[in-house]
């Protein structure tokens, strides 16, 4: 993450609940995520750290069927938004297992992991997750190897990583975002073999990359029009790797 990418999305946090695609995007990759996930029950048990949190809205939608979500953001703008969320009438009394945390997350055993958001307590220990995710987060890492690093560093042994983003599926993809908000993005979206072989390179197993869903986007009618008109069609990736015992 570099400081530009920081302060795009401080500027974003205020309005990002308001676009629609994000809200989409997120109800997509969530049903992804269950639907590969263990029954209930076991996923009752899980701590789960959400990576590039933004305002939470993944975090929010897993907290329900999980023991406790770690939500971190290198953003504070985004952080505050959940934070400001969780404090709300609404939720202050509802979510008591989602934990916000300001950092730019580059440490397995970082201190700010410590705190149990259910409990409240930190372990002298690092805090190991059964699972992290992260949503929409890769298209804007420069280091994807030293990103899955510190992913893998955050598991306990058998915990696994869940990731989605949308796929590089050619020159088109660049359409994603309009011209005017290239700011901060590193890739046109993420490539099967390419983040097969980092997840893998980074010491997971059972690594499977596949295709979790298709999502209709409006975008610019010409690159850099500014104005938005036509749909395309993008489909996202979800990319899964499980620590070894
Ligand atoms: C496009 S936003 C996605 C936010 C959210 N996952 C969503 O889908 O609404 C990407 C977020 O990742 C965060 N981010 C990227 N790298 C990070 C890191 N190493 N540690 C913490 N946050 C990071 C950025 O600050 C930004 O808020």
């Known amino acids: 993450m570099t400081t530009a990418n920081t302060a795009r999305f401080n500027a974003e946090a205020l309005s990002w609940d308001s676009n629609p695609s994000v809200q989409l995007a997120t109800r997509l990759a969530h049903a992804a995520y269950l639907s590969r996930l263990p029954s ?6 899980y701590d789960v750290l959400d990576l590039g949190c933004g305002t939470g809205l993944l975090s929010l939608a897993l907290a329900p069927s999980v023991r406790s979500v770690t939500a971190v953001d290198a953003a504070e703008g985004m952080i505050a938004a959940l934070a400001a969320k969780l404090s709300s009438s609404e939720l202050s009394t509802t979510v008591r297992n989602v934990r916000p945390v300001h950092a730019l997350l580059q440490d397995p055993s970082d201190p700010r992991l410590a705190i149990d958001p259910v409990t409240g307590s930190s372990d002298p220990k690092p805090r190991r997750f059964h699972l992290v995710v992260s949503h929409l ?10 990103l899955f690093r510190t992913m893998y560093g955050c598991l306990a042994p058998g915990g696994r990583v869940m990731v989605t983003d949308f796929e590089n599926f050619g020159p088109e993809a660049r359409r994603f975002h309009p011209e ?3 700011d901060g993005v ?3 979206g993420i ?12 010491g997971f197993v ?3 990359v596949e295709t979790a869903f298709e999502m209709e986007k409006a975008v ?3 690159p850099g029009s500014g104005v938005m008109g ?10 899964e790797g499980t620590r070894g015992g």
């Open 40 to 45: 209930p029950s076991a996923l009752s048990t």
């Open 137 to 146: 987060v890769l298209h804007h890492i420069p280091d994807l190897p030293a």
């Open 180 to 182: 005017a908000k290239m």
């Open 186 to 188: 590193e890739r046109h």
């Open 191 to 202: 490539k099967r073999d390419e983040i097969k072989r980092v997840l893998e390179e980074a």
């Open 206 to 208: 059972d690594v499977k």
């Open 220 to 222: 610019e009618t010409e």
């Open 230 to 239: 036509p749909v395309m069609v993008f489909p996202f990736l979800i990319c």
